[in-house]
C-alpha cells in the first residue's frame, strides 16, 4: 500500500468520527477521520501506510455496528472539469425548432422598431 489514506464503506449513518477513530486505533496511530455526512462512508488517514495496510487487511469485510464494513486503500477525487464529457446545452442554429408557431402579435410598421428582425 502505497498511502496511509483509507476509504471505509457501508458505514452506519449512526457511526460517528470518534467511534470509527476508537477502532482503528487498535492498529495504529489515527491522524484524521471523515465521515461523510448522509454518504455511509468516511475515510482514516493512518500515520503510516504499514499501520494502513495493517488496519485494511484486520477490518475488510467485518461486521462494525451491524454492518459489513468495506476498507480499502483512498484514490485521489476524480476531476470535475468538463473535459471528456458530453455536454448538451448551447445554441444550434439553424436546426428548426418546435412547432407552435409564434402566437405573439406582430408589430409591422409602426412607432415600435419596424416590422423586421433580427434573431442571430
Given at each position: ?17 470518534d467511534?470509527?477513530?476508537e ?15 448522509g ?15 495493517k ?40 436546426q ?9 402579435p ?15
Amino acid at each position: 500500500m502505497q498511502g496511509s489514506k483509507l476509504y471505509v464503506g457501508n458505514l452506519s449513518y449512526a457511526v460517528t468520527n470518534d467511534q470509527l477513530a476508537e477502532l482503528f486505533n487498535n492498529y495504529g496511530q489515527v491522524r484524521s477521520v471523515n465521515i461523510i455526512e448522509g454518504k455511509g462512508f468516511g475515510f482514516v488517514e493512518m500515520s503510516s501506510s504499514e499501520e494502513a495496510e495493517k488496519a485494511k487487511e484486520a477490518l475488510h469485510d467485518t461486521e462494525f455496528a451491524g454492518r459489513t464494513m468495506k476498507v480499502d486503500e483512498a484514490r485521489p477525487p476524480k476531476s470535475r472539469s468538463n473535459e471528456g464529457r458530453s455536454g448538451g446545452g448551447g445554441r444550434r442554429p439553424y436546426q428548426g425548432g418546435g412547432g407552435g408557431g409564434d402566437r405573439r402579435p406582430q408589430n409591422k410598421g409602426g412607432s415600435r422598431g419596424g416590422g423586421s428582425r433580427n434573431r442571430y
